[in-house]
Structure formats: C-alpha cells, structure tokens
C-alpha cells in the first residue's frame, strides 16, 4: 500500500520497529556503507584500544535504518528529501533498538509537492540514541509520484 | 569581528579534495545495503516497480556517501584512508587533538542509478570563533559534502558541523 498525503496528519505516529542488534548487523552494515574502521568490527579494539562496552552501529547505517523505517510507512512512492539526524549515545550487539516516529507537520510546496515532516528517535531502553528530523515527500494522490520531479519541481 | 587567520578565511566557500569514485555505482552494495537493515522496499528488489516508479534502478538515497568511500586498500596507497579530510585539517590548522561530530544533514536531489560515476567535493562553510563547551576549548566548523553524478545533476549534499577541542588540561 502506498501512502497518500491525506493519510497524514499532524501528531500521527508512525508504527514503532523493534529490531534485536547483534555483532552480525553491526558488522553488516559498516562493510555494506563501506566503513572499515575498526570500531565497527573489531571487537577488541573497540573496547581494550577505546574504552568502549562493544563494536558499535556506524553513521550511514543508522542513515540507512531511519530511510527503512520511513519507506515501510510510506511505501516506494515515498521520497526522502532531507534527514538531520544527532548521535548521542552508541547501539551496540545485545541491545533491543526502538525505532519511533511522530509527524511533525505536512504541507504542499509551491509546486505541488507533497511533504510530510517527521521526528523520529532510535532508542535502547528508553534512551535516545540518535534523534532525527526528516523530511519526506508523500504522493498528493493515488496518481501522484514525487520521484518523477527533478529539477525546479524538486524542492528537498 | 571574526578571529579567524587569513588562510582559513580564504578556505570558505572553496571546493577543495574534488574526487571521482574509483568504481561505478552497483547494484551489490544496494543489495548489501538493504540486506543489512533488512529494508525490503520493492524499489530495490522488483525491476518491474523500479521501472514504474523510478524510471529503473535507484540505489537507496541514503548511500550517498557509500559510493565515495575509498578502498581499504589499493595499489600506491598505504594506511588508512581519510573520508572527510577538510574536518581533520581544521583540527590540524587550529591543532586541536579531539574532535566530534555534531549535527549531520542529507539532502537528496536526483536518485543515483547503477552505472553512475559520482564526484564529490568538500566545501568548508564557516569555522566559529573560539568556544568553551563542556568538552573543551576548540572551534566549531561547518562542512558540506557535495556529490554530483557524470552529467554533472547534483545528487545530493552532506552537511556536516564538527566541534574540534582541546580537553581541559590537555
């Protein structure tokens, strides 16, 4: 199902994602974004070398399971324009990650686009990890598809 | 009145480390993207909904940066590789030993296609003057990555802001 913009509505949740890490994910995800720092699959030099509990989730891919986490709400038709995103604490194997979203506000740009956005936070036990502002564009109607913009007609 | 020396002044707005990707945009790190995050969005796995929605194959917008990242290892190079060099040569113009990374934005222009060759650039933006944090004593700076593909279409933009310090004491 591909959401449209009249589905949306300020204050909405979008429906929580609930995902087990383990050394296996975080490794996974720093070679599949190219990462080859060592704290991101080397165990004992994560914690004998910096001090720390475990290899930890890198940066592009918590980028990565903030796009999932928006595309599973909004369906392929779903564009992302824009993500801020601040780490304040590291997702490391054994944790229970919590990936949560509430609409911030939608609107329509001067071309006709149709945006939605969002505040989303990645949480361990009820401590944000990493929160993010996103921004996405959502099909104005069932006929509408914001990847067929570019140009002026793209305003991210 | 800003503090800063002339030949950082000099640096803002400035392209600086132009580079092109040493392999073109696959289809392999897409999957292995998705994979990781489990991301089962059709875009990426159904050719038929990508030529429907998409015009064809896009990798996710959120790999922006994959495409740029230099082999670990490759020949006439040693030792690692260093993604963002205009943030470590802040931390050392102003010789500043720790660093962090504050806020970091992504904006996504055109998708970015298998068979792609992306180039990108770094942009220092603005260097603050000195500041006192919890961490320490040091100097926020501002960096925006730009990539853009063989036509010259801006994909994206990476904006980076980096507080590099000093630790009390240190």
Redesign the interface.
């Known amino acids: 199902m591909t959401l449209v913009l009249d589905d949306v509505a300020v204050g909405q949740q979008v429906p929580p994602l609930s995902f087990d890490v383990t050394a296996t994910i975080v490794v996974l995800g720093a070679i599949a974004s190219r990462d080859w720092r060592p704290m991101h699959h080397d165990h004992d030099f994560a914690v004998h070398h910096q001090g720390l509990k475990d290899i930890f989730l890198n940066t592009p891919n918590q980028a990565a399971w903030f796009e999932r986490y928006l595309t599973d709400w909004t369906g392929p038709c779903g564009r992302l324009g824009r993500m801020t995103f601040r780490m304040k604490g590291s997702v490391f194997p054994g944790d229970t990650m919590v990936l949560e979203g509430t609409v911030t506000d939608v609107d329509v740009d001067d071309t006709g686009c149709g945006w939605a956005g969002l505040a989303v936070t990645l949480s361990v036990g009820g401590d944000v990890k990493t929160a993010c502002s996103a921004r996405i564009a959502i099909p104005t109607t069932a006929d509408d598809n914001p990847w067929s913009r570019n140009g002026d007609q793209w305003n991210p | 009145m800003s503090d800063l020396p002339p030949d950082v002044e000099a640096l803002i707005g400035v392209r600086q480390y132009e580079e092109t990707a040493e392999f073109p945009v696959e289809r392999g ?1 897409i999957w ?12 990426f796995w159904d050719d038929a ?1 990508a030529d429907a ?3 064809g194959p896009i990798a ?4 922006l ?2 495409w740029m ?1 230099p082999h ?1 290892w490759s020949p006439g190079h040693a030792g ?1 590789r260093l993604a963002l060099r205009v943030h470590f040569d802040m931390k050392a113009r102003f010789d500043l030993p720790e660093a962090i ?11 970015v296609r298998p068979g792609d060759v992306i180039t990108h650039a770094q942009v220092l933006r603005s260097v603050s003057d000195v500041k006192t944090l919890h961490l320490g004593t040091g100097r926020w700076w501002n960096i925006d990555v730009e990539y853009w593909n063989q036509q010259g279409e801006t994909v994206g933009v990476e904006s980076y802001a980096g507080f590099g310090y000093r630790k009390p004491g240190q």
Do not use: H, K, M, W
């Not at chain 2, 292995?32 to 875009?43: F, S």
């Not at chain 2, 970091?104 to 998708?111: A, D, G, K, R, S």
């Open positions: 790190y292995n993207t998705c994979a990781a995050v489990q991301n089962g969005n059709p875009l909904v929605v998409t015009g996710p917008p959120t790999t940066s994959l990242r670990y690692e990374i504050g806020d970091n934005t992504l904006v996504f222009y055109e998708p």
